[in-house]
Each structure stands twice: as structure tokens, then as C-alpha cells.
């Protein structure tokens, strides 16, 4: 994760439930937001390293989301890439909750 330059309203925390995500564009990037079941936040690049595709179209099982056209899956805590055929990491962002709204911290 790179420093933070900016942090951006991107929902409300009652949008994204415990154990759900939620695809979002910020400052000219495709995002995925993950608010885990044991209520944590996290947000990662939405795109899949191997091919184009959306994770957000994948399944989300604990802290791990398989893409959904060739079943890599990422940590979504860290963006590491789990197993093949996914071999290179996701960006990961800064995420934090301000009141009821969720943030998400953009790079420098």
C-alpha cells in the first residue's frame, strides 16, 4: 500500500454488509471494497493480474475472492495472488470508516 494523498467518500457503510463488496471507480481506478465478516475494511484493484476481468464478478469466501473466469484467487487483505493461474499481486488501498461513510485513500 502507497501513501495516502486523498481519501474519498465511496459509500455508505450500511451499502456494503458484512461478508459483501462492492465494485467502485475512484480517481481513475476500478476498486473493489470488501467489509469482511469479522468487520474489517479492505479495498483492492478490481481487475484480475491474469486476464480481464472484474472480481468483483467472482465470489468472496472469507478474506479470499476468486476471479471468475479462470479461479485465481487473491487475499483480499493483502492482494497477494493465491494460486494459479495468478501469479502477480493486486494493488491494495487504504479504506477507513468516517461516521457511517467509507473511505477510501487514494495514492500520491
Known amino acids: 500500500m502507497t501513501e495516502v494523498a486523498t481519501w474519498v467518500r465511496v459509500a455508505a457503510a450500511k451499502d456494503i454488509p458484512p461478508g459483501?463488496?462492492?465494485a467502485i471507480e475512484a480517481g481513475g481506478r476500478k476498486v473493489a471494497v470488501f467489509h469482511l465478516d469479522d468487520g474489517s475494511w479492505h479495498a483492492i484493484d478490481n481487475l484480475c493480474t491474469?486476464?480481464?476481468?472484474?472480481?468483483t464478478d467472482g465470489w468472496?469466501?472469507?478474506?479470499?475472492?476468486?476471479c471468475p473466469l479462470h479461479a485465481g484467487r487473491f487475499d483480499v487483505r493483502t492482494g497477494?495472488?493465491?494460486?494459479?493461474?495468478?501469479?502477480e499481486d493486486v494493488?491494495?488501498?487504504a479504506v477507513r470508516l468516517d461516521g457511517a461513510e467509507v473511505l477510501l485513500g487514494l495514492p500520491t
Open 50 to 55: 491474469h486476464a480481464y476481468a472484474l472480481l
Open 91 to 93: 494493488a491494495t488501498y
Open 60 to 66: 468472496l469466501e472469507g478474506a479470499e475472492i476468486e
Open 80 to 87: 497477494k495472488a493465491l494460486c494459479a493461474p495468478v501469479d
Open 20 to 22: 459483501e463488496m462492492l
